[in-house]
């Protein structure tokens, strides 16, 4: 079955770099996702890469995809504050029911950042 | 962000009572989502719609219906509460490989 695992947290200082990890099990994903949810608050998708690429980047964000190791990460540059929150990574396997997109999700990493 | 809303928020009830929370999205996107998020799970998917009056099952369906009867609203069931479906949940919609969520309804079952 499908599975995805990330580290539940993760301290940085403001400044530095973050890189969130995440392992998944399904080979056939088509999709792979990163999510930022902040307290209270609705899933932001942040940005997605499609499985036959290695590298997005989008301003301080730069997702890695390493399709051998099924590995995907998430660096953010110049962590601010305001990245405090929760990041969830999420695997879409090839197209499901009449088409629909149902994505499999990680129980998300916790980012801290401290001033 | 998208234009997509919850109704209600926030809701108490009893066990055994139904429920019915509303997703509705003003981008007339075709597929249309409903998870739960519990600590130590991440979020999981329930039922999904892929049009007006289809519908099918997610991962964690058992104790949960839907229905869609027009394009914009998506609508999840309990038909009889229990403690085990306090939860929060989220709809979504796509239309492609993008899935934006709504605000989320905290539900509290007692």
């Known amino acids: 079955g499908e599975d995805v695992e990330q580290s539940l947290f993760l301290s940085v200082r403001e400044g530095d770099s973050s890189v969130i990890n995440c392992t998944y099990t399904d080979s056939s994903s088509t999709y792979l996702y990163w999510y930022k949810q902040e307290p209270g608050a609705g899933l932001q998708l942040l940005t997605y890469i499609f499985s036959n690429m290695d590298m997005k980047q989008d301003q301080r964000l730069t997702v890695l995809l390493n399709k051998k190791d099924k590995h995907l990460s998430l660096r953010i540059a110049d962590t601010q504050t305001g990245d405090s929150a929760i990041y969830f990574c999420a695997e879409s396997p090839p197209r499901g029911g009449a088409g629909s997109y149902q994505l499999t999700f990680g129980k998300g990493t916790k980012l801290s950042v401290i001033p | 962000d998208a234009g997509i809303t919850q109704s209600p928020r926030h809701k108490v009830t009893e066990t055994g009572t139904p429920v019915t929370l509303r997703c509705h999205q003003t981008?007339?996107?075709?597929?249309m989502y409903w998870y739960r998020q519990d600590p130590g799970h991440g979020l999981r998917l329930i039922h999904y719609?892929?049009?007006?009056?289809?519908?099918d099952k997610g991962e964690v369906s058992d104790g949960y219906s839907v229905s869609r009867s027009k394009t914009e609203d998506f609508l999840l069931t309990l038909e009889s509460a229990t403690s085990s479906q306090t939860s929060v949940y989220f709809c979504?919609?796509?239309?492609?490989?993008?899935?934006?969520f709504g605000p989320g309804t905290r539900l509290t079952v007692l």
């Open positions: 981008e007339n996107h075709r597929y």
């Open positions: 719609s892929y049009g007006v009056k289809d519908t």
């Open positions: 979504a919609i796509s239309e492609s490989s993008e899935q934006f």
